[in-house]
């Protein structure tokens, strides 16, 4: 089975604060993916990564950055983070003959 | 760009089928998906389907596909409490970027 672990499920930080959530899977998948989700809006895709050291703009990119600087970690960085920026945050890992599977979230409270 | 729809909330009682539908706009679209979400989980992936087929069943799950109307449906069969969650819809062109619906929230009532 695919297993796709997120270092945090509650995480509280303070507005300003530089927060890293971390992703690592381990079955060799080529992509990775980090999403948002917010009541009634569904998944927003932030940043996916299709190799090491690759990385591609989402929709919602705006007050993020990633790093993947190994093929089984993909990182999520706030830089300074913000109130509206509180949310579930959803990591996945995918390959070509596999679809995305995910993790269980990180629930993201900034005050 | 690609969109896809989704009605927000069904209500069904235990024993009854469930169908949750799924509207999307990308006519090029190779793979559909169903995901789950349990409160306080992530996403489980629970079937998908390729586009050139009609209908796949797995166990209780049947997954329709009307490609000309662009239309996906997900049927449970005799749904249970455990059932209660909040279903995607999703597609993708390649295989790795996917467009999600807003989801579902099914409630099964005992």
């Known amino acids: 089975d695919v297993k796709v672990t997120q270092s945090s499920r509650y995480l509280v930080k303070r507005t300003g604060e530089k927060v890293f959530l971390e992703c690592v899977q381990d079955?060799?998948?080529?992509?990775m993916f980090w999403y948002r989700q917010d009541p009634g809006l569904g998944l927003r895709l932030i940043y996916f990564?299709?190799?090491?050291?690759?990385?591609e703009k989402g929709d919602i990119p705006e007050g993020y950055s990633v790093s993947r600087e190994k093929k089984e970690r993909f990182s999520l960085i706030l830089e300074s983070a913000s109130t509206n920026q509180t949310s579930m945050y959803l990591c996945?890992?995918?390959?070509?003959?596999?679809?995305?599977?995910f993790g269980d979230g990180t629930r993201l409270s900034i005050l | 760009g690609e969109d896809v729809e989704q009605s927000l909330f069904l209500s069904v009682r235990e024993g009854d089928s469930s169908v949750i539908n799924c509207t999307y706009t990308?006519?090029?679209?190779?793979?559909l998906y169903w995901y789950k979400q349990e409160p306080g989980a992530g996403l489980q992936l629970l079937t998908y389907?390729?586009?050139?087929?009609d209908m796949k069943q797995d166990q209780r799950l049947t997954v329709l596909l009307n490609k000309k109307d662009k239309h996906l449906s997900l049927r449970i069969a005799d749904t249970q409490t455990g059932d209660s969650a909040i279903y995607f819809c999703?597609?993708?062109?390649?295989?790795?970027?996917?467009?999600f619906g807003a989801g579902t929230i099914l409630r099964v009532k005992s």
């Open positions: 990564s299709y190799d090491v050291k690759m990385k």
């Open positions: 990308d006519s090029s679209s190779t793979y």
């Open positions: 389907i390729f586009s050139n087929m």
């Open positions: 996945a890992s995918s390959s070509i003959v596999q679809p995305q599977h």
């Open positions: 999703a597609e993708t062109e390649y295989g790795n970027k996917l467009v």
């Open positions: 079955m060799d998948h080529e992509n």
